[in-house]
């Protein structure tokens, strides 16, 4: 199934527009996954069993992987999810953005060892960085507008009299979309811009990170975000939901579920 | 040593402003180098061994290694470079662009793990994109304009009557180079912006990919892109050298060595 369908299909099922970000930072571990890799996967797929029914995606960020080794682990994380959590969309955050034959090697590196249903690129060198992954009929996520203070450095320059993440959003919509694999990522803390980039792109699907730990406000997000259907957001927490602070009785996990069913409840309060 | 200095004694030790990409792709290794991860290290360390005297860099391009899951290897030849020929700076190409928490685990990848002296990442998500690689006091290589058709897509569109990626430049040489780590990516295959990029940076060192395999104009860029001391530039070529044809009693690395000796003329022949 491709990305788009399987997506739709996950926010039908779970009726959840929660995207649950995985980001294993040794130092906030608990204390019996930290030291080593073995502990990232069972931390992981706690995570991921404790909120598969809350959500509409897991998007692991490659980095925490990268910088310790562990893209064993994150191999064994993905096809863990693939089998016990099959209609749950894998996203790959990896921020990739080379072209040509490099990124066929990136593209092969998503969808082929970890078995991503989608990829997150930037843009930034154009169109023939986004069309080798076409090729694999999976989902491609581009940056368009970023939630980070940096992000207006060079999204917010003016180019014939609009910013430059809606020439991004408009190109992808016009032509980098052909094939109807594409989606963008666009920050939460900016709700006008998720406004003005869901008016150019009609019902393509918007990741968007910034809620929970970010502070990007949630019923501004979604009253911007959504399609006439309800949907169209992958609402992306990470470290709110990862190192939620456990209440009584509660262990890493429960603490985990209980946020996670919060942000979607909140979420879908404003649908 | 900071990479800048490194940078500038390695242009002085082999007179050399020619930096050799390692794309190890496995359908082109000479076939006894074929099908195992071994053989993408013993083929890379030859490469290097044949080439360390004519080089002011190795770039390896992690899209290779990651496609395969062979990070192992590349772990292993960024040490034997470091131990064999540890005047030669060693350029992560990763074109990583991440913010905050997630960049510095980025920069934890390329500096502490491949022990890298310099990383390329893109400029889209802003300063808080490459400010967390600062702690390193290591070098930081930004994408600026590159040589691909579609690199126009976003690089070429005007700001403020000037194209995006001179902004890029800007932003670089009066903002985020204020540690002195930074230099710039740009394509060799438009001298005339070469020329503009340097006008903008001074003497920040340049990296130019598209010579050979990509068939950019080796006079017209480095007559572009010298400073006043004939130096300024890395020039890479990747495949030209690594899939060198070999001739009558030659093998695959004496062949890389005379295409490599045949660049690195070709380039000082107009310094």
Known sequence: MNFINKLNAAWAANDSLLCV????????????????????????????????DLACAFKPQIAYFAALGAEGQLERISAYLRHRHPHIPLILDSKRGDIGATAKQYAREAYDRYGADAVTVSPYMGADSVEPYMEWQRGVI?????????????Q???????????????LVADKWNS???????????????????????????LLIPGI????????????????????????NSSRAILYAAPQAGEDFAQAARRVAEETRQAINAHR
């Open 212 to 235: 929970g730990a970010q502070g990007g406000d949630i019923e501004a997000t979604v009253r911007a975000g959504r399609t006439d259907a309800g949907t169209g957001m992958m609402i």
């Open 21 to 52: 970000g995985l980001d294993p930072d040794m130092d906030r571990l608990p204390a019996q996954f930290r030291g080593t890799p073995d502990g990232i996967f069972r931390f992981c797929t706690e995570i991921i069993d404790a909120t598969a």
């Open 142 to 154: 581009v940056l368009c507008r970023t939630s980070n203070p940096g992000g207006s450095d060079l």
């Open 179 to 205: 094939n109807g694999q594409c989606a963008l990522v666009v920050g939460a803390t900016f709700p006008e811009e998720i406004r003005a980039v869901r008016a150019i792109v009609g019902d393509m699907p």
């Open 156 to 170: 917010f320059l003016e180019v014939n009299g609009k910013p430059l993440y809606q020439h991004v959003a408009q």
